[in-house]
Every structure is written in C-alpha cells, then in structure tokens.
C-alpha cells in the first residue's frame, strides 16, 4: 500500500489503505479537528522526535470491552487494602507529562514528544481528553489519559511509579464505563500487559463498524470531571 501525504485539507485517506503495519499517512497538524477526526475514522497519531506526525491504523486493533477487565488475585488484593486513591480529571497535565517520562521497553512506542503533549492539553481543555490518576500519601503514582467520543474511550497511554497503580487506574476507568454502557476502551496496539488484564484483537474492519455506530451515542455526557466519583469494587 502507499504511504500517503497530508495536506492543509482537513482529512485522511480511508483506514483500510493503510500498510501492513497500520502506517497510513504523515504530515499535516495536530489541531483538535483533526485529531477528533483521525479517531472517528479509526486513525491515532504516534511517532517520535525528529519524525514528521505519523498516523495509524492497525490490523487487528486491540480493544478492551470494559466488562471483560481482567483482575488478578494479587491486584484485588492491592484494591480491597485501598492502597491508592482515585481520581479523574484532578491532574491530567500532570498525568500526560508522567506518560511522557522514559519506561519500559515494552513501552518505549509510547513517548511522547513536546507537541503531542500540547494537543492533548487543549483537548482536555475542550472536553475531549480526560485522564484517571491513583495517589499514594498525596503524590501522584499512576494513571492514564485518552479521548471520550461518544460510547469509546480512545486510550492514549499510562504510567506506573508504584506496583499495580496503572492496574488500577486501568480497573477503575474500565468500571466506570461499564456502569455507563460504553461501547469499549481502544487500545491501539498490542502488549501483554493489556492482554493480561482482559484486551482483546478484533479486526479493523469490525473496529471500524463499532466506531462507526458508537460515536453517534449522545447518552453519555456528564460522565466526566473531577467531581465524579470512582470505585473499583
């Protein structure tokens, strides 16, 4: 398949042309319009300094419905100590810039560069992005962030300072949007700390027909804000 150029037009070429590796374009900005539409086609941003903006859409797409979360013995043990506190949208700068720190090899893809932190602030700041954050004595020790359209929740990354605060942050969210009946967490690419916790591989062509339908949904609004009780029970 091409590798196609954006221009100044705000849109994408259609998910399927992408290649085998789920490259389908690069170039143009990383205004809120075109990221909001990027993730209604099924298209995400992801690359690294000193790269142009590269946008993707994988085949097959992991995807974690929320009432498939997976928790282990050892994290419900973590969990029923309430070893942490939870949030949700209290720290997103915080939360971003804690993604962006160096990880894991595992997640090394998910860095992110000093722009992409920018679009997402302003997103977050326009409604669309939100994160989950877990404290330990007052500080900030795990968390994650992504984009709510409609019935989705487009998981963007997570961090972890302390054994099993991702999980739980992860755990929280998923409860969270089963309670309101999202339609599924993207999960974009696959790991197997993902696997393990209940994501799943669906192909594009059926993530493409979920999306499709579920950011139509207009049922879930007021889901979100700092003010808005979390529970992992």
Same mark, same amino acid.
């Given at each position: 398949?091409?590798?196609?150029?954006?221009?100044?037009?705000?849109?994408?070429?259609?998910?399927?042309?992408?290649?085998?590796?789920?490259?389908?374009?690069?170039?143009?900005?990383?205004?809120?319009?075109?990221?909001?539409?990027?993730?209604?086609?099924?298209?995400?941003?992801?690359?690294?300094?000193?790269?142009?903006?590269?946008?993707?859409?994988?085949?097959?797409?992991?995807?974690?419905?929320?009432?498939?979360?997976?928790?282990?013995?050892?994290?419900?043990?973590?969990?029923?100590?309430?070893?942490?506190?939870?949030?949700?949208?209290?720290?997103?700068?915080?939360?971003?810039?804690?993604?962006?720190?160096?990880?894991?090899? &595992?997640?090394?893809?998910?860095?992110?560069?000093?722009?992409?932190?920018?679009?997402?602030?302003?997103?977050?700041?326009?409604?669309?992005?939100?994160?989950?954050?877990?404290?330990?004595?007052?500080?900030?020790? %795990?968390?994650?962030?992504?984009?709510?359209?409609?019935?989705?929740?487009?998981?963007?990354?997570?961090?972890?300072?302390?054994?099993?605060?991702?999980?739980?942050?992860?755990?929280?969210?998923?409860?969270?949007? &089963?309670?309101?009946?999202?339609?599924?967490?993207?999960?974009?690419?696959?790991?197997?700390?993902?696997?393990?916790? %209940?994501?799943?591989?669906?192909?594009?062509?059926?993530?493409?027909?979920?999306?499709?339908?579920?950011?139509?949904?207009?049922?879930?609004?007021?889901?979100?804000?700092? %003010?808005?009780?979390?529970?992992?029970?």
């Amino acid at each position: 398949m091409p590798l196609f150029r954006l221009s100044e037009r705000l849109d994408f070429p259609p998910a399927w042309l992408a290649r085998s590796d789920g490259l389908l374009c690069f170039g143009g900005d990383l205004s809120a319009q075109r990221i909001l539409l990027a993730y209604e086609k099924g298209i995400f941003p992801w690359f690294s300094e000193n790269e142009p903006i590269l946008w993707w859409s994988p085949d097959p797409r992991l995807v974690l419905f929320p009432e498939n979360i997976k928790v282990s013995r050892s994290l419900k043990k973590t969990i029923k100590k309430n070893t942490f506190n939870l949030t949700m949208d209290h720290a997103f700068e915080e939360t971003i810039l804690s993604c962006a720190k160096p990880r894991r090899k &595992e997640y090394a893809g998910t860095w992110l560069v000093e722009e992409m932190i920018e679009a997402y602030i302003q997103l977050h700041n326009l409604g669309y992005a939100h994160s989950i954050e877990t404290w330990k004595d007052g500080r900030l020790v %795990g968390g994650l962030y992504g984009i709510c359209l409609g019935g989705i929740f487009f998981g963007e990354s997570m961090f972890s300072f302390e054994d099993d605060a991702s999980k739980t942050a992860l755990t929280a969210l998923a409860r969270h949007l &089963e309670q309101h009946r999202f339609d599924l967490i993207d999960c974009q690419v696959t790991t197997n700390h993902l696997l393990s916790m %209940g994501a799943t591989e669906i192909s594009r062509n059926t993530y493409l027909d979920i999306i499709q339908r579920s950011i139509k949904r207009t049922d879930l609004r007021n889901v979100w804000g700092p %003010g808005i009780p979390l529970g992992v029970s």
